[in-house]
């Protein structure tokens, strides 16, 4: 991983999006395109490619991300401001093709406008390709890539970035990545997980590896256990016909929360060096000890409440079977069986229609011995904790005990408190602009390799086995606004311990 002092602007190049009509298009990839832009990190000679099913024009394509982006920037209270420079700089040399994803003539047109941009616009032969499409469509695009001879590296280089879900289950990973690598090698695939591209989840490596104060404590010795927390106020968006072949486990554990406990538990790398991070992460998914059903739940919302508004239940939903036993709510307790983790149980839960929106990792330390103050009004030690917020609001924040002023011996819960926003100045964000700046450099420590998605479905497939059959039997078993089932609370109280509360204010 380069510095990003010291990172240089990305060479020229091409960029072709799939799906360029969809939501993840419109919000997240070229809001993030904008943003490099009005940073300097776009690449100085670029093109931009959409391709999608939809009769449309550039002109046409281009008017409907401009009034999506302005709307976005206008919601903005920290830049309200919509820089044109950023946007003529981006879209100048916008294009648009029409086709079946499915289809060799889409490609024979991609070709030839490639071809056009090249010599136009000098951009050496670069393109980077990005599947923002439904995961069906991965597969045949990259085989039409790959047949159409669009992804041999004969001058310039050609990558592909491709979004989640990466299978759904250990062996349709494993056939789809036969199938990539049939038309590309390991490098040139970005497999990308955009929770990566927030600072504090990165910041993770720089609080544990540059600091003296962290990485001594980092382990069984000092740590009681670790929570990570994924919470969202939101259902599924419309989205039931996805998350109905989906659920929460495939939708985010493999791949968000795994990332999440992969830069908390990893040793530290020889270098930051892609591989030797990459590596690393891998190490623990493999070291997961192999899940039993007694180490996971399931949940699933009915109706409920949400910031007082009344909000209905997952069956309810469009598109949702009337008695569908697909979760959205799961818990997993897991041990991690190396040196460091031996002993020290993480616990991992995520859920829609929860009453906060709130992303952090939370690390609880053993207590002290408390014979110090058994002739004190002090009856108990309160805890100590770590916890690394990763939204909505960024920080770091270390809870520790201190004397409450006064003639007596009495412990108070105080904090330190680091707030992103206090120390430093960020533009406004989608969380991929990081991300895709690194796929412009070639830079892939923050995305998966083919083994490390591997390993992750292999660590949940025993419970995916265990939940395929036979169905729940209680649910809905919380309600919209609620923290989530009770066999959640009772998973963790198994080992006399608590959930954190959800929240999404500072804790």
């Not at 060479?11 to 904008?34: E, S, W």
């Not at 409907?64 to 981006?90: C, I, N, Y």
């Not at 047109?109 to 050496?124: A, F, P, Y």
Request: hydrophobic residues 40%; negative net charge; contains cysteine.
């Amino acid at each position: 991983m380069i510095s990003k002092a010291a990172r240089p602007r990305p060479p020229p190049c091409a960029m072709v999006v799939f799906g360029a009509n969809g939501d993840l298009a419109r919000r997240l990839i070229v809001p993030a395109l904008y943003n490099l832009a009005k940073s300097g990190r776009l690449p100085e000679h670029f093109e931009l490619i959409g391709v999608d099913h939809n009769e449309r024009t550039a002109a046409q394509w281009r008017e409907q991300l401009r009034t999506f982006l302005e709307d976005m920037v206008k919601g903005s209270a920290v830049d309200p401001g919509f820089d044109e420079a950023a946007w003529h700089a981006l879209t100048s040399v916008l294009s648009y093709i029409a086709g079946d994803f499915t289809r060799q003539e889409t490609y024979t047109s991609l070709r030839e406008r490639l071809v056009e941009c090249d010599h136009s616009n000098q951009l050496d032969g670069n393109v980077l390709f990005y599947l923002a499409t439904a995961d069906r469509f991965f597969g045949p695009i990259v085989d039409a890539l790959g047949n159409a001879e669009l992804v041999a590296e004969d001058s310039g280089w050609r990558r592909v970035v491709i979004e989640k879900p990466f299978g759904h289950d250990v062996e349709s990973a494993k056939a789809l990545d036969t199938r990539i690598l049939k038309h590309l090698r390991e490098s040139q695939v970005f497999r990308i997980d955009h929770f990566l591209g927030k600072e504090t989840v990165q910041n993770i490596m720089a609080l544990r590896f540059a600091n003296g104060l962290f990485e001594p404590i980092w382990n069984r010795d000092r740590i009681d256990h670790v929570q990570i927390t994924v919470a969202e106020t939101i259902g599924i968006e419309g989205r039931g016909t996805f998350y109905e072949a989906t659920g929460a486990l495939r939708d985010m554990v493999p791949n968000h929360l795994f990332q999440l406990l992969a830069m908390t538990a990893m040793e530290p790398p020889s270098s930051f060096d892609a591989d030797a991070v990459r590596a690393k992460k891998t190490e623990v998914f493999k070291s997961v000890r192999p899940l039993t059903q007694s180490d996971a739940v399931r949940g699933q919302y009915g109706p409920g409440q949400i910031d007082g508004n009344a909000v209905r239940g997952y069956r309810e939903e469009p598109n949702v079977a009337h008695e569908s036993f697909v979760e959205t709510f799961v818990a997993l307790r897991l041990s991690i069986d190396n040196w460091r983790w031996a002993g020290v149980p993480f616990y991992l839960r995520t859920g829609k229609r929860l009453p906060k929106r709130s992303s952090e990792i939370a690390i609880r330390f053993k207590d002290a011995p408390h014979m110090l103050f058994r002739d004190t009004p002090v009856d108990a030690l309160h805890d100590n904790w770590l916890v690394l917020q990763i939204q909505p609001d960024e920080g770091i924040k270390l809870r520790f005990n201190a004397k409450r002023p006064g003639p007596e011996m009495m412990l108070e819960s105080v904090a330190l408190d680091f707030r992103y926003a206090d120390w430093f100045k960020q533009a406004p964000a989608v969380g991929y602009e990081t991300l895709l700046y690194d796929c412009f450099i070639g830079d892939a420590t923050l995305f998966q390799r083919a083994d490390q998605v591997e390993a992750s479905w292999q660590a949940v497939e025993p419970i995916l086995r265990a939940w395929a059959e036979p169905p729940a039997d209680d649910f809905p078993n919380y309600a919209a606004g609620s923290t989530g089932p009770q066999c959640a609370d009772e998973l963790i109280a198994r080992d006399g311990r608590s959930w954190r509360t959800i929240r999404s204010v500072r804790p």
